[in-house]
């Protein structure tokens, strides 16, 4: 069985700062990776994606994520934080089959 | 271009009363169909799936069903709405299995009273 551990309901960093949102996944075969971000009361955006080739994603907005099997991490950053980077960012497994399981999200505040 | 229409954005219904949610998807075909429930705090739980018409997977057992009528269109109802259906349901699609990134609607706020 998959699951996605997001460490942090709520992360508030200040403009210009570095953002970092972790994720530690579980996955009985390679997992295909997902980070998305939620804009209020609009559906998931998809940030970016891990599917076994650069260990190491780039994504739209700046962020970029790194695949750590060792520590079965995910984990989501950003340089410098803009305001427009506030919102409610998924981590997402999935083995490949028709089911992507969801983290219970990160919600970040970015401070003037 | 694929783009997925879900309606509607906000919905204030009575406990008891009936309920349908569309969702319709345009610019491709056989797409992977999904229903979600957002629920604060507790991410996304997926409710329903489809792979084609008329097949549908649930996931768990609720006071909810979903069908798949044509194509490109899913549908989420109930025949009585209890109180703890309130939530955000986001449809989304995929154009093969996992691996594939998940395009979502704009979702609909339910608000059962």
């Known amino acids: 069985a998959q699951s996605v551990t997001q460490l942090g309901s709520h992360v508030s960093v200040s403009e210009g700062a570095l953002v970092l949102l972790r994720c530690n996944y579980s996955?009985?075969?390679?997992?295909?990776l997902f980070w998305y971000v939620q804009y209020p009361n609009q559906g998931l955006q998809l940030l970016l994606k891990?599917?076994?080739?650069?260990?190491l994603v780039k994504g739209i907005n700046g962020f970029e994520a790194e695949f750590k099997k060792s520590e079965t991490s995910f984990h989501l950053t950003k340089p410098s934080a803009h305001m427009s980077d506030a919102a409610e960012y998924f981590c997402a497994v999935s083995d490949g089959g028709f089911k992507t399981i969801f983290g219970a999200g990160t919600r970040l505040f970015v401070k003037a | 271009s694929q783009t997925i229409h879900q309606w509607p954005a906000t919905l204030v219904q009575p406990v008891g009363s009936p309920l349908s949610l569309e969702c319709t998807v345009e610019?491709?075909?056989?797409?992977?169909l999904y229903w979600y429930r957002q629920a604060a705090g507790r991410g996304l739980q997926l409710l329903f799936y489809?792979?084609?018409?008329?097949?549908i997977s649930s996931e768990v057992p609720q006071n909810l069903s979903a069908s798949r009528p044509q194509d490109r269109q899913f549908i989420l109802s109930s025949k009585k709405l209890l109180l703890s259906d309130s939530g955000f349901y986001l449809c989304a699609w995929t154009l093969a299995a996992g691996n594939t990134e998940a395009f979502f609607g704009q979702g609909t706020r339910l608000t059962v009273v």
């Open positions: 891990y599917t076994s080739a650069a260990t």
């Open positions: 610019g491709t075909s056989n797409p992977n």
């Open positions: 996955s009985s075969v390679p997992p295909y």
């Open positions: 489809s792979v084609g018409i008329g097949q």
